[in-house]
């Protein structure tokens, strides 16, 4: 056992641990909240017990934001976790089509079991590599697409390749959105950040004090100010409305 497990162990309640050939996964509980890790001084999600669809983790509410930008008819998600940001989509899109996407299925599995993850008819679970996933999709077959892949101690590389941008860019609607959490902000005069000004005509960012960032990238410029959107936050599953409205006035908008 790893010190930053025994760690983790000494900070919560042990609820259930299992492996796989990609190493451990950990559930524990701390206080009204169940974690999910992966042998890692990193949480990979944190889940309200009581309250499931009320989001606990910032960069999980930031992602959220994602969806005052749009009204999706499909929406992709790339990377599982326990499905903290799919419960507040089953609670949110009762009629919209959701396609979830986790590379393993000891994962789903765990969420399944100990994270009460949503089992609605619009839901599809696919165990599948995001990559190949993304190049076997449909062109324009989804309207927003949430990339959340992380492994026990890092982003996925995959997040970072051109490669990504181009079939994220390929598979969305016309006005579709790509809205992904990354660990540091790629620099400015990287070739990743050229393709991502090249192929998506908007871009915002939110700043999570962590040192993580979410970028929204819309194939199509906004048709209004930014402040148009706030209103669109009331409908998100908080006991606190203005909550997300202050993280929403947070977005900075790039110019391109």
């Known amino acids: 056992m790893s010190p930053a497990l025994i760690n983790q162990l000494s900070r919560g309640k042990f609820v259930y641990r299992c492996k796989d050939e990609w190493g451990d996964i950990l559930v524990m509980d701390k206080g009204d909240d169940r974690i999910l890790t992966f042998d890692s001084i990193h949480e990979q999600s944190r889940l309200n017990k009581k309250q499931p669809a009320l989001l606990v983790h910032l960069y999980t509410r930031a992602m959220l934001l994602g969806l005052a930008l749009i009204a999706p008819r499909h929406v992709t998600m790339l990377g599982l976790g326990s499905g903290c940001l799919l419960q507040a989509f089953d609670k949110m899109l009762t009629a919209t089509a959701i396609s979830v996407v986790e590379y393993r299925t000891l994962v789903v599995e765990v969420a399944k079991k100990y994270f009460w993850l949503p089992t609605s008819d619009n839901i599809a679970i696919a165990v599948a590599d995001a990559e190949t996933y993304l190049e076997a999709s449909a062109t324009a077959s989804t309207d927003i ?17 051109t490669s990504f941008l181009l079939d994220c860019h390929r598979v969305l609607t016309e006005g579709g959105w790509l809205v992904a959490n990354f660990h540091h902000l790629p620099d400015t005069t990287s070739e990743f950040f050229t393709t991502l000004e090249k192929y ?17 990238a819309g194939k199509q410029r906004l048709v209004a100010d930014l402040d148009s959107y706030v209103s669109r936050t009331g409908q998100f599953p908080h006991s606190d409305k203005l909550h997300y409205e202050k993280l929403f006035r947070r977005l900075v908008r790039l110019t391109i």
């Open 145 to 161: 697409i949430f990339s959340d892949l992380y492994n026990a101690e890092d982003m996925h590389p995959l997040q970072l390749q």
């Open 200 to 216: 998506f005509e908007e871009i915002l960012i939110f700043t999570i004090p962590t040192e993580n960032y979410i970028i929204y």
